[in-house]
C-alpha cells in the first residue's frame, strides 16, 4: 500500500495528513500536503500547486492560502483571527503565525487579549526559520523576515526585517 494518495485533482496527500473541516474547504490542484499535516479550521481554502510540508499544523476559524505557496515542516498557522496568505509566500521550517492572544483566567481589560487577522502579501518569505508574526500584522509585497525575527508591526513592499522585535535592515549595508 502507498504512502500518498492522488485525487482527481492531481494532490498528492498523504496517509496520515488529517485534514478537519467545519463550514468550507477548498482545494485547488496539484498539492503536495505531507506527513503528520494537520488542518483543522472552520473555513479552509488553499489555492493550486502549494507545499505544506512534514507536520504543519493549521487551525482556527478561517485560512485562505492563494497558489504556489511554500510552508516548511512544523510551522504552526493560527487562523482564529482570520489569516490570508496571498499567491508567492514561502514559509520556512518552525515558523509561528497567530492570529490571537489570550488564555482562561485572562485578568478583566487585558489589552493583549483578542483576535486580529493576519496578512502575508504577494511574495512575502519568511527566510530561514523560527519566524514568529504577531496578531493584527500585514506583511507587504515582496518583504522579507530573517531566521529568529518576531515581526510585530506592518512592514514595507520589498523591505527586508530582522531582530527580536524586527526592524527593517539596511540590506545595502550587507553588500
Request: net charge neutral.
Amino acid at each position: 500500500m502507498s504512502d500518498w494518495r492522488i485525487d482527481k485533482k492531481g494532490n498528492k496527500i498523504h496517509r496520515t495528513a488529517k485534514i478537519s473541516f467545519y463550514d468550507e474547504i477548498e482545494i485547488g490542484n496539484n498539492n503536495l500536503i505531507g506527513p503528520g499535516v494537520r488542518i483543522t479550521c472552520e473555513r479552509f481554502c488553499m489555492g493550486s500547486n502549494c507545499k505544506l510540508h512534514n507536520h504543519v499544523f493549521i487551525d482556527g476559524n478561517e485560512v485562505m492560502i492563494g497558489d504556489n505557496v511554500w510552508i516548511g515542516q512544523y510551522s504552526h498557522l493560527d487562523g482564529m483571527g482570520g489569516l490570508y496568505i496571498q499567491d508567492d509566500v514561502t514559509i520556512g521550517y518552525n515558523c509561528y503565525i497567530w492570529t490571537h492572544a489570550g488564555r482562561s483566567g485572562m485578568l478583566e481589560g487585558c489589552l493583549l487579549a483578542g483576535t486580529k487577522p493576519v496578512f502575508l502579501r504577494r511574495g512575502v518569505w519568511l527566510m530561514g526559520c523560527n519566524v514568529v508574526v504577531n496578531p493584527g500584522v500585514a506583511m507587504r509585497p515582496k518583504s522579507i523576515a530573517l531566521s529568529n525575527s518576531v515581526v510585530t508591526k506592518d512592514t514595507w513592499p520589498g523591505k527586508v526585517y530582522g531582530g527580536v522585535p524586527a526592524i527593517e535592515l539596511d540590506i545595502e549595508a550587507w553588500e
